[in-house]
């Protein structure tokens, strides 16, 4: 199985045609949001591993897993000494606020997760996400109901990319934060064509 980047996992599960426009046909948007967590991310990875209280952390730590197919980057690995083993535990830099009605930062979360279970042979319950504009962090547990829906949208992707089709946009709640909306012109979805074709003469009138 050719592996995929743990990115493409939040891309499908915030909208499989945003996975497929970006990974499939190669599409991307800088704008002011994706600039600004780009930024952060880059921050996130500007020192190297350092021991703080106790903990050891580490940033831009690379992930796999053979059994998924997945690889990437963590931002950062936080690893606590319990029961004489370091037990890592994941930290995601995301700009914004928590998505509301969207799993996709927990998805891509669980995925770094489970590479690391597969990686070191742990087992972990949870990691969080940080939020740029909230300043807080929010905990995630790794619930078996998450796992599920990770290892599903993992499949998915797989699916998606070894068939090459993206599908068809589709008006939904994200699509006003999607950084792809200008390309992909999601209320076109519910135009019939003559109505566009209408529309647009309209317009040049
Ligand atoms: S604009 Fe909407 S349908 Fe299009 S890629 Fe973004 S979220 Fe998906």
């Not at 909208?15 to 994706?34: K, S």
């Not at 996130?44 to 703080?52: F, I, K, T, V, Y």
């Not at 730590?61 to 690893?79: K, T, Y």
């Not at 699509?175 to 317009?203: F, T």
Request: glycine residues 8%; charged residues 25%; aromatic residues 6%.
């Amino acid at each position: 199985m050719e592996s995929v980047t743990l990115s493409a996992l939040e891309h499908y599960a915030y909208c499989p045609r945003q996975c497929a426009l970006i990974f499939l046909e190669q599409v991307w948007q800088e704008n002011g949001h994706t600039m600004e967590g780009r930024i952060m991310h880059e921050s996130a990875h500007d020192s190297s591993s350092r021991l703080r209280d106790g903990v050891k952390i580490v940033t831009d730590l690379e992930l796999n897993s053979e059994r998924l197919g997945l690889h990437g980057r963590a931002d950062v690995v936080e690893f606590q000494r319990q029961g004489g083993i370091w037990r890592p535990y994941p930290v995601e830099y995301k700009k914004g606020r928590p998505k509301q009605g969207c799993d996709a930062d927990k998805v891509q979360l669980c995925g770094q997760a489970l590479c690391l279970e597969e990686m070191l042979n742990v087992s972990l319950t949870e990691g969080a996400l940080f939020y740029g504009q909230t300043r807080r962090r929010l905990t995630v547990k790794f619930t078996e109901a998450l796992r599920c829906r990770t290892e599903e949208v993992a499949r998915a992707v797989h699916e998606l990319l070894e068939q090459g089709r993206t599908p068809p946009p589709e008006q939904k709640n994200g699509c006003g934060a999607c950084s792809l909306k200008e390309l992909c012109l999601p209320e076109l979805a519910s135009l019939r064509a003559a109505d566009y074709v209408q529309q647009l003469c309209g317009e040049n009138e």
